[in-house]
């Protein structure tokens, strides 16, 4: 069984590891391979799995047509699917971060599902969502969470954290300049050369630091800065620590249009597949004057079904009803059906009848499935 050493690109070598794998597990299964082998190989093979996946989302960034494919094999991640449904239904919105105790950042969905950022992370690198900076973090180097870090200012001299921070005013009328302390009497500012009492904010104003230290006596300025982790108990400078961006996300309106056609497609290939079908999605055929696409199309004996989905956030209108048409002229040989969710306008399925689409509607993709195998089992 040799494998493909020079794939293409790496999503199709993921495929082509992806098969050989499966082929592996058969044959161990069917007892053609030794388990010591079988272990081996197919530790093997996960581990090249896993590269060219890792492989696949770098070249993702700069590669829209890698991009684009990842992005439909993904919309029917069930975690990424919710995501998406977010954005379909809060379309304009971006999506802002929550720090809790731990501040880790995490994203609420839906009103009421918490994702991570590593799965938003990794939908911005296939291009379904845009980041903005919102925030910066500071992580501890050595157990790598946020949550334990604490700032510390320190003395200059001895290090000890056992320092007083004291602003400096200056009056301005007198030209005094003193520790603010000094100026203090009970909870009234009063200049300690002209007896003057300060009002407003506009009479003095605060020149800088002075720090003491209560353990050397040691005066200076700048007080020295670390971080200390008290989840592991080490401390690290600035330049040591990781420094972890947190963003704010969105979706753009060409992805919730993607998003819209391909959202069902998965649970669909999977049914009819079974039923032995076979699909290809996106669906592309050469048209009279140029090629098409479709959500996917379906074939089986001499049956060429072409099929468009869409989900909208509320029922869906005509548009992607008179696209489809316009599509099924151009390419003119094939069958066209139709999948809304959760249900198409009065309107649109109006426009469909007229124009011999047939169209099946419901409210999740598995139920929407079983309705388009229905009615293509009667074309
Ligand atoms: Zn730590
Ligand atoms: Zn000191
Ligand atoms: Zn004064």
Known sequence: MASQETANDPLTEQDNLTSEL???????????????????????????????????????????????????RNFNDPEIQQIVNHFLKA??????PTFGADRIPRYLVLGTVLVEQKILQKMADMGMLSEVLFERIVSCPTCGTPSNVHLRFKCTQCNSMNIALNRMLEHLQCGTIHQENVFFVGRNLICPTCKKMLQNKDEYRVIGLVCSCRACDAHFEDPAQSYFCRGCNSEFSLSSGQIVDVFSYGMGKNILNEARRFIGVNALTTLLTAKGYMIKSPGVMAGASKEVVFSLTAEKDTKLIAIDLSQGDGEVEVEPILDLFVKVLEVNSAHAVFGAMPALSKKARDVAAMHNIQVAEAAAPEELAEKILEIIGRI
Not at 23 to 35: G, I, P
Not at 91 to 96: F, G, P, R, V
């Open 91 to 96: 379309s304009e919105k971006s999506l802002e």
């Open 22 to 72: 499966a082929n592996l597990e058969k044959q161990f299964a069917d007892r053609k391979v030794k388990e010591k082998d079988y272990e081996l190989l197919s530790k093997q093979l996960r581990e090249r799995i896993r590269k060219a996946e890792s492989q696949s989302y770098n070249l993702a960034k700069k590669d829209e047509s890698i991009a684009r494919r990842l992005r439909l």
